[in-house]
């Protein structure tokens, strides 16, 4: 097994220059035991005040000068922990993402990896170096710098420790571990001491905000086991990997959940061989991710075909939509952002036929209605108005006993 772990410390763990001494700590006594690489994110409040800057010239400004910007903040926090290790004896360099040639696709602000040069990566550690990188941030082919979205510092700490084939990464933020849900909403769940890869991808990508999703899906594809920790106090945080480390682990892990969706509905669109492709393509053209997809039985050839993507996008669906409306022909367009969904997610689910009845009967005793509902193997997905989310959640949590 490899001696090498990425570490990876979010915003709050860098976010004052006492909390970078803190990180530097516990960069000193990982680097006692193993070699250490290290990717930061902006301090705390940073990027946000970097996107308020950038629109002080309008509300759309231009995507490269955007991502030029707002990819800043992280090379503050790689610069100023190196200079807190190097001044408790530790030798250590910071890396912008150009540095290690981490290549990325052209669509700024949502840019995927591609490729990434981990010489230097490597040379660093062979020389007793501790390598700082910048998280969130890649370079185009021509050399133009991209950011790979909200939590991409997530997503470029575990392709590092896959590239350079790392034993695992540690993730470092301000919750101590992945929980049966929000301890905000449920104040009795429970932190778990593991989870699978295949659990933790559905808890991301249902709402679960402790992991990014596509970190989770680069773990998954190149077997990279995850710990999530947290940098404020001391404990083994929650471990992510591909097999299960307890046998006995309850059937349903826990309930995700995610606000700020909204819902589109096409009435009476023509019931005919590749209507969904019509209707999704110029959707996914604009890298728009859709969640939740639903077309209904057919009446007299017309159905109804609904799905869901994030608020954020609305507007450009919308229109997107509209543009299409000739071709697609539709009679009618629906828009509802007043939405929700809450996930039950758990290996149970696939061989346990009494867990979607249990859910559907809790939620009716308090008057909750389905608008919705979407199932996977580990997954039992409901879309509800959204006022009644919190509700949803605690119902749910204590119906599956996962306060117990």
């Known amino acids: 097994m490899s001696d090498i772990i990425v570490q990876k410390f979010g915003g709050t763990s860098v976010g004052s220059d006492e909390r970078i001494s803190a990180v530097a700590e516990i960069i000193k006594q990982a680097n006692d035991k193993e070699r250490v690489v290290v990717v930061v994110s902006a301090m705390s409040g940073e990027t946000n005040r970097l996107i308020g800057l950038a629109k002080t010239f309008g509300d759309n400004p231009d995507t490269r000068e955007f991502d030029a910007l707002i990819s800043t903040g992280e090379k503050v926090s790689a610069s100023l922990l190196a200079m807190a290790l190097s001044s408790i004896g530790i030798k250590a360099k910071s890396f912008s993402a150009s540095q290690i040639s981490m290549k990325t696709t052209n669509q700024h602000s949502k840019a995927k990896i591609i490729d990434i040069d981990g010489d230097k990566i490597l040379a660093s550690l062979a020389e007793g170096i501790v390598p700082i990188i910048t998280g969130f941030q890649g370079i185009t082919e021509s050399g ?239 879309v509800i108005e959204e006022k009644y989310l919190e509700l949803a959640v605690r119902t749910l949590h204590k119906a599956f006993n996962l306060d117990k």
């Open 144 to 382: 133009d710098i991209t950011t790979l979205g909200r939590g991409g510092s997530d997503t470029t700490a575990v392709a590092i420790a896959a590239h350079i084939k790392a034993s695992r990464c540690d993730i470092y933020t301000d919750v101590d571990g992945v929980y049966t849900t929000d301890p905000r909403i449920v104040p009795e769940a429970k932190k778990l001491k593991s989870i699978t890869m295949e659990e933790m991808l559905e808890m991301a990508g249902q709402g679960a905000k402790v992991v990014q999703i596509r970190a989770v899906e680069f773990a998954n594809k190149y077997n990279v086991p995850i710990r999530v920790l947290s940098s404020f106090e001391e404990g083994e945080g929650t471990l992510i990997s591909l097999k299960e480390e307890n046998m006995e682990n309850a059937l349903i892990s826990g309930i995700a959940f995610q606000k700020d969706l909204t819902k589109f509905t096409l009435h009476s669109v023509s019931d005919k061989p590749g209507i969904a492709y019509e209707i999704l393509n110029p959707v996914n053209e604009k890298e728009i991710g859709v969640d939740v997809i639903v077309q209904n039985i057919s009446v007299n050839g017309k159905t109804d075909f609904t799905f869901t993507v994030d608020s954020e996008d609305e507007e450009e669906v919308k229109k997107i939509l509209e543009d299409e409306r000739t071709d697609i022909e539709f009679e009618d367009l629906v828009v509802d952002n007043n939405i929700a969904k809450v996930s039950i997610v758990g290996a149970g689910i696939r061989s346990n036929a009494g867990i979607a009845s249990k859910a559907f009967k809790a939620l009716a005793a308090e008057n909750i209605n389905i608008q919705i509902i979407s199932t996977s193997e580990i997954k039992l997905t409901l």
